[in-house]
């Protein structure tokens, strides 16, 4: 009868212990995400408040492209800062070929019935000078992608609007 009792409070024990482990485990995961979700953020704040300082000063994305002899581009990203980016350019020198977005199959066609491509298409779209990457954050990880499929170079949004 000891035995039985010593054994059933063991494996109380123990499923209390995993039970606090399992909490802790999706604890730090939650704050993880939680301290990637504020950083990208940040960035994104950073980004658009220089942004906006340029346009006050007079400064658009379209000089940046003039300098670097850059005059059709594929724009990376049909997000918030993809439409931005597009809508800052649209009616420049600036050509947007196509844009390029990982959901490419659901969005059909882009701003101003530009084509959504995905990945395995670029290949098949007009030549361009460069991507633009507007989701800055994922620029990394977009990057190796890319570098998969194509040698097109390949432009951070950040680049653009912190090089104006």
Known sequence: MKIGKVVGGILGIGAVAGGIAGISYYSKKSIEKSEELQGRYKAYYQLTNQWLMNKNEGKSAASYFAENNIKSIAV???????????????????????????NADTLYYGLDDIAVVGLGDISNQDAV?????????????????????????LVSLEDVIYGI
């Open 76 to 102: 990376y990203g049909m997000g918030t800062l993809g439409e931005l980016f597009y809508n800052e350019i649209k009616g420049t020198d600036v050509k947007v070929s196509y844009f390029i977005d990982k």
């Open 129 to 153: 000078d460069a991507i633009i990457v507007t989701p800055i954050f994922d620029f990394d990880a977009i990057e190796g992608d890319l570098w998969e499929v194509t040698d097109i170079s």
